[in-house]
């Protein structure tokens, strides 16, 4: 046993790689992505360390050229999540135990790896599998993902070091365990950073976790696994089982062992999860610690002060870097009608440079969306608009999936701040504009603060600190993630913890201390030096 007090490194944010022309990491991604491409494989469940095959499997594609399969996966049913919550019983009994210093040193190591010679193959898998561009692999697949690992070690440690106040005579202390059970992650396709997250953050601090995978992203997350595994993750910590959310998610949440559920992903489904945790309440062992990020319908508010150029950039960036498929994603912008023609030229003549096509071509800003069924629901919100009085578009509208499945950037012009694209989450390349007159500047704050049901992101803009103060006071439950003059994407792990409330989610705040605690339970211990040997108090001495 160790007898001195160890120090987790004070963590910072990895460095960005730019990919430029001529540089060692382009180079090195470019050979990656043709290795994983001209290869097939077959990708098993994992349970208890150990591969598993069904026999049920489903086909992993390139969503840009969709004909091209990069393997299957195998899908796990009721018998195999059985299995995977018997092994990760199991296995708790040695991870809860061990010492956190060497929990620590596993996702440390983990960084380290994924920061050099594993980066080039989750970027290269999640640029295929997810259609990413190489930025937006780098900073999600790569960077995030890494201080996430290295952040979450420390802030365990920052929460053990919070200890009670002991007066004279006594000692008291404060014991962090984790949860007895397992922990249900469940991950998206848009975000490998989430899906190496959601399972691993639990695991810091002692937790075993089930993780199902978002079927359009078992490709990226298969690697993830075999980098928990090079980093001496034991068998069993995390038990790998993609599958339909029926087939997984039934018998999860029948276990009477479910003692949390980490969740990123529709507002829908974690209701339903909610609804069903809440009835089997009166057989489980445990209140399971729900932790859910889900939808956003985010904004961008501009004063007639704000410099168009630079929310010509913010907006275009935030509504179209990775197909606007970020829940953090620009969706809807209101917009001073004084400065809005000089708004719209520019606007208009910046995505019309755009390029959108194969993402190995690296002058392509966009990709494809993710797979069919997002593309056919994108593309309902883009008939709708085109079949309205109430809309025109300014820039795309159109969309193509003979060889992938791509939607051009589409810009709507509404006349109706309530209009269907303002108010409901379409998690595409679509945003939604509506010009108000500069003298309903406060109408229109309200019309942003009541339109939608989420409150995850937004952005004001403006150079009158009057109007800002404002603009903030106003606004401020309508996103947990608030920017002011930047755009309403790439929160930063240690820089801006992220989640929102409202229907966006219960607001932990992935990348800080606050959903570390989630996953911890506290034992107090009070330790007395000198115990009372006489029952009575002072007090009885008198009549």
Known sequence: MSNAYFKVPVPVNEPIKMYAPGSPEKEELKKKIHELKNQKIEVPLI?????VKTGNTAEMIIPHKKDHVLGVYHK?????????????????????????????AIFLKMADLLAGPWRATLNAATMLGQSKTAYQAEIDSACELIDFYRFNTYYMTQ??????????????????????????AVTPFNFTSIAGNLPTAPA??????????AS??????YYLMKLFEEAGLPKGVINFVPGSGGQVGNPVMESPHLAGVHFTGSTAVLQGMWKTISENLKTNKYYPRIVGETGGKDFIFAHNTADVDALVVAAIRGAFEYQGQKCSAASRMYIPQSIWPEFKEKYVEEVGKMKMGDIEDFTNFMGAVIDKGAFESITEYIDYAANSDEAEFITGGKYNDSVGYFIEPTTIITTNPEFKTMQEEIFGPVLTIYVYEDEKF???LDL?????????TGAIWGQDRKALVKMSDKLKNTAGNFYINDKPTAAVVGQQPFGGGRASGTNDKAGSAMNILRWMTARTLKETFDPPKDWRYPFMKEK
């Open 76 to 104: 796990a049913g009721k018998k195999e999540v059985e299995m995977a919550i018997e092994a990760a019983l199991e296995a708790r009994k040695e991870w809860a135990e061990i010492p956190w210093e060497h929990r620590a």
């Open 442 to 444: 406060d109408e229109a």
């Open 47 to 51: 349970i208890g360390g150990e591969e």
């Open 448 to 456: 942003c603060d009541t339109t939608s049901p989420y409150a995850l």
């Open 204 to 213: 810091i601090v002692g937790n075993v976790s089930l993780w199902k995978p």
């Open 159 to 184: 929460l053990m070091a919070d200890q009670p106040y002991s007066p004279a005579g006594m000692w008291n202390r404060l014991e962090y365990r984790p949860l007895e059970g397992f922990v249900f």
């Open 216 to 221: 359009s992203a078992v490709y990226s997350a």
